[in-house]
């Protein structure tokens, strides 16, 4: 019996794609109802301060453990924001086992994360891109690096 109350959900990843593939993925996980739990951002556009609240602590500790629990995956790079993260993950890119799918390692994290916090910390799903050469790499290192400028800038626009 199907309950028409209910959204279905467009599945978000590419299909018939290998997501155990030797690649480096660009993934962003939104907090449930964008809550911004997880950090606070200040300052000004060219030097934003970013302080970590409790559970931006436990998941900035929950990306420094991953390549210990996930052999063959390295987190590149991260950002956590107020209500979400961006993160780089290489996954078998630097030889060794094959590694489990993304979404396993994702669901895995995210699932991590919450237990930690004890309470539900992230929406369902999340976002990946993989990414497509030195160029794209570049694009969104920068864009990374960027986001709590942005999110300053956009937040003085707001007022």
């Avoid at 109802?33 to 900035?60: D, F, H, M, W, Y």
């Amino acid at each position: 019996m199907e309950n028409s109350s209910f959204p279905v959900r467009k599945n978000p990843r590419l299909p018939g794609f290998d997501y155990t593939a030797r690649r480096f993925y660009f993934i962003t996980v939104c907090t449930r109802n964008r809550e911004p739990c997880l950090c606070q951002i200040s300052g000004t556009v060219e030097q934003p301060t970013v302080r970590l609240l409790p559970a931006g602590k436990i998941v900035q500790e929950e990306l420094q453990r991953l390549p210990q629990r996930v052999p063959g995956l390295a987190v590149e790079q991260w950002c956590i924001m107020p209500d979400h993260l961006h993160m780089i993950l290489s996954v078998g890119c630097y030889g060794g086992e094959k590694t489990p799918p993304v979404t396993r390692i994702m669901g895995n994290f995210k699932g991590g994360v919450s237990r930690r916090c004890k309470r539900p910390v992230w929406q369902a799903s999340f976002h990946d891109h993989v990414i497509r050469g030195p160029a794209d790499a570049e694009e969104i290192m920068r864009y990374i690096e960027n986001n709590p400028r942005k999110w300053v800038l956009d937040r003085n626009f707001e007022t």
